[in-house]
């Protein structure tokens, strides 16, 4: 396989790449989020990501997101010291197939990385212009840029990184908000109304599609 790793720390990105190699595998690897998003975008041939979440420009599941809605279905796996399950939850509803905390032994991420390229993966699908840039918490189209708050931005995210898909209101504000956080359905809806101007703004391909009742749509 082709393993695709995104880790700030030179040791561990050196320590993952060589066990990998072992095992038999290609590795591409990078340091920060920017590059992440040009290595491992929709037109590469990665089977699996290993993604830090800490990294030094952005936050791995901004990232992970950000690749979703390019629409690069890898699997991927989060490598982090924060190990609360409100964390997980926080990466596995940034798009993230499995979480392993720090420290982690190697030869069980190895074997993980395999489980998750034997699955294979779902038809990649695209966000038909649309571009999220997570160090930038913004949103651009051939047309322009749009600055986004990072709430904004993660609901965003969270939306577009399953074009087609309905994505539950509980999903974006778990995505959007802190764990715990009371958010009253006029908040979300007026956060939507928000994105969707922003979009409209820089002639967006696509728009978000309420599905009364359930959530939300990228159509």
């Not at 393993?3 to 590795?27: S, Y």
């Not at 840039?133 to 577009?160: K, V």
Request: aromatic share 4%; hydrophobic share 40%.
């Amino acid at each position: 396989m082709l393993v695709g790793v995104c880790e700030d720390d030179p040791a561990i990105r050196r320590l993952v790449g060589q066990a990998l190699k072992g095992a038999g595998h290609d590795v591409l690897s990078t340091h920060d989020g920017g590059e992440a998003l040009r290595l491992f975008g929709v037109d590469s041939d990665v089977d699996v990501l290993v993604m830090d979440i800490g990294l030094p420009d952005s936050d791995g599941r901004d990232v992970t997101q950000a690749l979703r809605s390019a629409g690069q279905t890898a699997p991927v796996v989060f490598l982090t010291a924060l190990d609360a399950v409100h964390d997980k939850l926080s990466g596995f509803n940034a798009g993230g197939d499995d979480y392993l905390p720090k420290p982690f032994d190697i030869k069980e991420l190895i074997a993980r990385v395999e489980a998750l390229g034997r699955r294979g993966r779902p038809a990649k699908a695209a966000t038909h212009g649309l571009v999220l840039d997570p160090a930038r918490h913004a949103a651009r189209t051939a047309s322009g840029e749009a600055p986004l708050t990072p709430t904004e931005y993660r609901m965003l995210a969270a939306i577009t990184s399953r074009p087609g898909e309905v994505v539950r209101r509980r999903t974006v504000v778990a995505a959007a908000w802190p764990d715990g956080a009371r958010v009253s359905e006029n908040t979300i809806d007026s956060f939507i109304r928000r994105v969707r101007s922003k979009l409209d703004a820089i002639d967006s391909p696509t728009s978000i599609e309420t599905v009364r009742g359930v959530g939300f749509r990228l159509k």
